[in-house]
C-alpha cells in the first residue's frame, strides 16, 4: 500500500521525523494514521490491498470517507465487502470509498452510492458562489437512506463543494 507515511513508520507505531513533522503541523490527521494501520494489518489477509494508494480519511457524522488512487475502489470492495466491513467494526463508523482525480459526476455517485442520482446541476449565485444541485431518485422508499448533511460535509472537505441535495420519485 502506498501512503503519506514510511511502511516501517505504520508497521512499527514509531514515527520517523519527516512522518512525525507532517502529523505534527495537520498534513496528516489521526483518522488517517489510524486507518493507515489498520489497512496494513489487513494487506496479509487480503493482499489486492497491497497495490491500492491511500490518500486521506476524512470523518463527519458517524461516516468516514476514505480517499484512495484511481481505480482502487473495486480493491476495496472486494472479498464480498468483507474489507469495508472490517474498518467499519473497528472505527464504528459507516464507510464511503471515494477516488481522487475523478470528474465530479463520479465522485458524486460513489459519495451518494446507492442512491441514484437523477441529475447533477451547478447553480450560480448572485455573489459569484456557485453550489452543485443533486438530485436523488428516492424509490419507493419515502425517507432517504442518505445522511445528507454527512455527506455535504465531506464533499466541502474533499473537493471543496457546496452541495443542496434535493429528492425525486
Given at each position: ?23 505534527k ?12 494501520k ?5 494487506e496479509?489477509k ?31 470492495l ?9 474498518i ?10 471515494l ?14 452510492a ?16 456557485t453550489?452543485?444541485?443533486v438530485?436523488?431518485r ?17 464533499a ?14
Amino acid at each position: 500500500m502506498k501512503t503519506q507515511l514510511c511502511n516501517f513508520c505504520l508497521k512499527s507505531g514509531i514515527l520517523c521525523s519527516k512522518c512525525d513533522s507532517k502529523v505534527k503541523s495537520g498534513e496528516i490527521s489521526d483518522a488517517y494514521l489510524k486507518i493507515a494501520k489498520q489497512i496494513l494489518s489487513l494487506e496479509e489477509k487480503y493482499p489486492p490491498l497491497q497495490s491500492i494508494t491511500f490518500h486521506d480519511a476524512v470523518e463527519a457524522n458517524g461516516i468516514l470517507a476514505l480517499i484512495v488512487g484511481r481505480g482502487d475502489i473495486s480493491r476495496f470492495l472486494g472479498y464480498g465487502g468483507k474489507i469495508v466491513r472490517a474498518i467499519g467494526q473497528e472505527t464504528g463508523k459507516r464507510i464511503r470509498i471515494l477516488e481522487k482525480g475523478v470528474d465530479d459526476r463520479k465522485f458524486l455517485e460513489d459519495l451518494f452510492a446507492p442512491s441514484d442520482i437523477m441529475t447533477i446541476n451547478t447553480i450560480w449565485l448572485p455573489d459569484g458562489t456557485t453550489e452543485t444541485r443533486v438530485i436523488l431518485r428516492t424509490g419507493w422508499r419515502r425517507t432517504p437512506q442518505v445522511n445528507v448533511k454527512a455527506m455535504k460535509e465531506i464533499a466541502k472537505k474533499v473537493r471543496n463543494v457546496v452541495l443542496r441535495v434535493e429528492f425525486s420519485r
